[in-house]
Nanobody, 119 residues
Framework: QVQLVESGGGLVQPGGSLRLSCAAS????????MSWYRQAPGQHRELIAN???????TYDNSVRGRFSISRDNAKNEVNLDMKSLQPEDTAIYYC?????????????WGQGTQVTVSA
C-alpha cells in the first residue's frame, strides 16, 4: 500500500506565495516521475509540473516562471513553490507519483489540497 500525503494549501492574497509538499510512504521500491496537477471548479484536472528522478523539471505554460517543482529522493517527497499567485490559480492541487511496489508499478495520487487566491 502506498500513500501520498499533501500539505501546505490555504488562502493567500494575489501576488502571494505558497509551498505545497507531498510525501510518499509505504512499501516503496522506487519512485519515478512525480507531478503536480490542479483542478479548478468545473474544469478538468490538468498537469502543471513534473519532475523526473534525476531532477529534470517541466512546466505548463500557465505556471512556468512562477512555480518551481523540486524533490527529495531520500524522503520520497515532492514540493511545489508557488509565487506571484493569481485568482486563476485557485484550485485543488494534487500530487501524483509513479511508484513501484514489489514488481508492480502504478500511479498514485494524493488526497488534494485547496489553494485559494483571493483578496
Amino acid at each position: 500500500q502506498v500513500q501520498l500525503v499533501e500539505s501546505g494549501g490555504g488562502l493567500v492574497q494575489p501576488g502571494g506565495s505558497l509551498r505545497l509538499s507531498c510525501a510518499a510512504s509505504g512499501r516503496i521500491v522506487r519512485v519515478g516521475d512525480m507531478s503536480w496537477y490542479r483542478q479548478a471548479p468545473g474544469q478538468h484536472r490538468e498537469l502543471i509540473a513534473n519532475i523526473n528522478p534525476t531532477g529534470r523539471a517541466t512546466y505548463d505554460n500557465s505556471v512556468r516562471g512562477r512555480f518551481s517543482i523540486s524533490r527529495d529522493n531520500a524522503k520520497n517527497e515532492v514540493n511545489l513553490d508557488m509565487k506571484s499567485l493569481q485568482p486563476e490559480d485557485t484550485a485543488i492541487y494534487y500530487c501524483g507519483a509513479v511508484v513501484s511496489v514489489g514488481s508492480t508499478t502504478g500511479i498514485y495520487w494524493g488526497q488534494g489540497t485547496q489553494v485559494t487566491v483571493s483578496a
